[in-house]
């Protein structure tokens, strides 16, 4: 990934050439530093990992919710940051009984 020296936002390629969609700003594309950036592609490809030995209590805090499947009262909980910076985090929930996964957004 590229950013832009004027205006600081992301670049994209143009041939030999990085863009910036912003400004229209265009540096030369150095194919030294280019493979030492990780593309998305490549983390796709990445291996399933086996959660199957880890212990319950290592996955990750809980919380008291109730579950929208099973109605149980507790879950698993991830922050993750998936919107723009100044928009709050989304909570991403586990049961802890019955494993069915949803997500709370601030409204």
Known sequence: M???DDCGSM??????VWVCGSCGAEKPRDADSEAAMTSTAEREDSEVVDMSDVD???IGPTTTV???ECGHDS???EMKQIRSADESETRFL?????DH???????
Request: with cysteine; glycine share 0%; hydrophobic share 25%.
């Open 94 to 98: 586990t049961c802890v009984e019955c």
């Open 56 to 58: 319950e209590a290592e």
């Open 2 to 4: 590229e950013f832009c």
């Open 66 to 68: 109730i579950c929208p």
């Open 101 to 107: 996964k949803w997500r709370e957004d601030d409204h």
């Open 75 to 77: 879950a698993r909980y």
């Open 11 to 16: 670049m994209k390629t143009d041939d030999d």
